[in-house]
């Protein structure tokens, strides 16, 4: 029972143009979402974030979109750079317990982007 | 500030052995995670600690056990090991919302 599912393992795409990543999730109770990187041999380093109260959160090359209704979020990186290749991974938290949070992620498969020059 | 740091980077082991993963981290976190990671998969969630003295399950616990003696350090066990156990283990730390990853161990077991 796949919570987080990234339904693209690969993407490619030329350097400066746009690359979009997808998510989507079915647990109604997340409301946190996070974006990592990941290079290979190296442990994955947060990207970015969006929590249920926005749509849209921005940083730089990189916008993360959240559509609640349609419990979707997806990764814009504009414009694309070589040094983006990498595999992305969504990630989604809900709070656990009553009156507390321990955050625990529950992690999509991953994508791997490829930015060609 | 070093971060989430884990010990080794690479190992063997022999079905039937056991070893410790070590991970420390220097921000003074609270929570504190173990995942694995297989090849083609998400991150897991084997173990994780709200602080020190405190330790839970996570989705994959069987097989590993955690202690939790201090708010740095979060050491993964594994007792007999089995080619199952055959993965990436990553350890993280929890700050808000976000959680700091380690730069993993690598698991084989033969």
């Known amino acids: 029972d796949q919570q987080v599912k990234q339904n693209s393992p690969s993407l490619s795409v030329q350097e400066g143009r746009i690359s979009i990543l997808n998510c989507d999730y079915t647990n109604s109770m997340f409301d946190y979402f996070l974006w990592y990187k990941k290079y290979p041999a190296e442990g994955p380093t947060f990207l970015i974030s969006?929590?249920?109260?926005?749509d849209k959160n921005e940083d730089g090359r990189f916008t993360v979109f959240l559509n609640k209704s349609a419990k979707h979020l997806s990764l814009h990186i504009v414009p694309s750079q070589p040094g983006d290749s990498a595999v992305y991974f969504c990630?989604?938290?809900?709070?656990?317990?009553?009156?507390?949070?321990?955050?625990?992620?529950?992690f999509g498969k991953g994508t791997l982007l490829t930015v060609n020059p | 500030n070093a971060g989430v740091t884990q010990t080794p980077k690479f190992r063997i082991l022999k079905i039937g052995q056991s070893m410790t993963l070590q991970c420390t981290q220097d921000m003074n976190h609270n929570y504190m995670y173990w995942y694995r990671q297989d090849p083609g998969m998400g991150l897991k969630l084997i173990y994780y600690?709200?602080?020190?003295?405190?330790?839970d399950k996570g989705e994959v616990p069987n097989g590993y056990n955690v202690s939790r003696s201090t708010t740095e350090d979060f050491p993964l066990r594994l007792e007999l090991a089995a080619p199952s156990q055959t993965s990436v283990y990553f350890c993280?730390?929890?700050?808000?919302?976000?959680?700091?990853f380690g730069p993993g161990t690598r698991l084989l077991v033969l």
């Open positions: 969006i929590s249920s109260i926005k």
């Open positions: 993280a730390s929890r700050k808000e919302g976000t959680q700091y």
């Open positions: 600690s709200v602080g020190a003295g405190i330790t």
């Open positions: 990630a989604a938290s809900a709070r656990v317990n009553s009156g507390g949070s321990n955050y625990k992620l529950t």
